[in-house]
């Protein structure tokens, strides 16, 4: 048996619980006998956690919820085997999350980057449970809240519990977000939204997808919010960006003609 590394009451990391990296974030919330996972990374690790979870006394049999932040295929390429693993859990995610597992969607989930020569594995999940903003998943006594957090990609989630976020990818300790890409369904005005909201709510700690859990900083918050702003008039975003204001320099000068000064 393990001893319980508990980050929050009721709330266990697996890359804490084993002291080492094992990929994203996977943390097991527990209340009474009931307990969840959001997120469960690659296949290559799930049979590692689910041995872990025994060993923490868990039965495998009271896990209710296999959740999926979004569809990116390092957060739930184990999903399928996870679901064998423990098969009184259901699988639950955004509509758009369970649209691009059921397709076995390769781009959008990133199993596929031909341009990097990057091709994995992504097993075809059908969710059992689609949910999104406003949605209560119970657990024992609690339940977790579901926000609809678009911005990196449009089915992403984040969950509350108490003054705690699982805030999925919006925001790590150092002020980076979740990958921008035209071709991940990523908005940058949405991606503003959502980190107003985590900005402007009563949460107290943020747990990530990606890296420590970290107290919900304001400043920290509206630098990265300033920053996508940015990003809106960047042609460094491509099609992801709102406007390019050099444009419209361009159409002034091109009228006047180049003069080269
Ligand atoms: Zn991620």
Redesign the pocket.
């Known amino acids: 048996m393990f001893e319980r590394i508990e980050l929050f009451p009721g709330v266990i990391e697996m890359n804490y619980q084993a002291r080492r990296r094992l990929g994203?974030c996977v943390y097991l919330i527990h209340d009474g006998s009931d307990w969840l996972l959001i997120d469960i990374g690659y296949e290559d690790t799930v049979a590692d956690i689910v041995e872990i979870i025994r060993q923490l006394d868990f039965p495998l049999a009271n896990c209710r919820y296999l959740i999926a932040?979004?569809a990116?295929v390092?957060?739930v390429q184990g999903l399928s085997q996870a679901s064998e693993l423990l098969s009184g859990s259901q699988t639950c995610g955004h509509p758009d999350t369970a649209r691009l597992l059921s397709e076995g969607d390769r781009v959008t989930t990133y199993a596929e980057i031909s341009a990097q020569g990057i091709s994995i594995e992504m097993p075809i999940v059908e969710l059992d449970k689609t949910i999104g903003e406003g949605d209560r998943l119970p657990l024992g006594d609690v339940s977790l809240e579901v926000w609809h957090t678009p911005g990196?990609t449009v089915g992403q989630l984040a969950f509350r519990l108490g003054n705690l976020l699982f805030s999925?990818?919006n925001i790590y300790r150092d002020g980076c977000v979740?990958?921008i890409d035209a071709h991940h369904g990523s908005d940058i005005p949405s991606f503003i939204a959502s980190l107003t909201r985590i900005r402007d709510s009563d949460i107290e700690w943020l747990l990530p997808?990606?890296g420590p859990p970290f107290r919900k900083e304001p400043a920290l918050l509206q630098a990265t919010i300033d920053r996508l702003e940015g990003y809106c008039h960047m042609a460094d975003f491509g099609t992801c960006a709102t406007d390019w204001p050099l444009m419209d320099e361009w159409d002034r000068e091109l009228v006047q003609g180049f003069n080269p000064g």
């Open positions: 994203c932040t979004h990116d390092d957060h990196h999925g990818d979740g990958n997808s990606h």
